[in-house]
């Protein structure tokens, strides 16, 4: 499953990163959430295996 991300220059969802537009996507999700979010720890553990996927 893709997450949806949203940029932050064109403020579109998009699935691509960078946007079309060539901002900066970011999952819209709160910058602030639980520490005790146990998906918390996923999510950035998922966002690090894309990024070193795309590198
Ligand atoms: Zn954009």
């Known amino acids: 499953m893709k997450a949806l991300l949203k940029c932050k220059t064109c403020g579109?969802?998009?699935l691509q990163k960078p946007c079309s537009c060539g901002g900066e996507a970011v999952q819209p999700y709160p910058a602030k959430y639980s520490p005790e979010?146990?998906?918390?720890e996923y999510r950035?553990?998922?966002?690090k295996e894309i990024e070193a996927n795309q590198s």
């Open 37 to 40: 979010d146990k998906y918390g």
């Open 44 to 47: 950035r553990k998922a966002k």
């Open 12 to 14: 579109q969802y998009t």
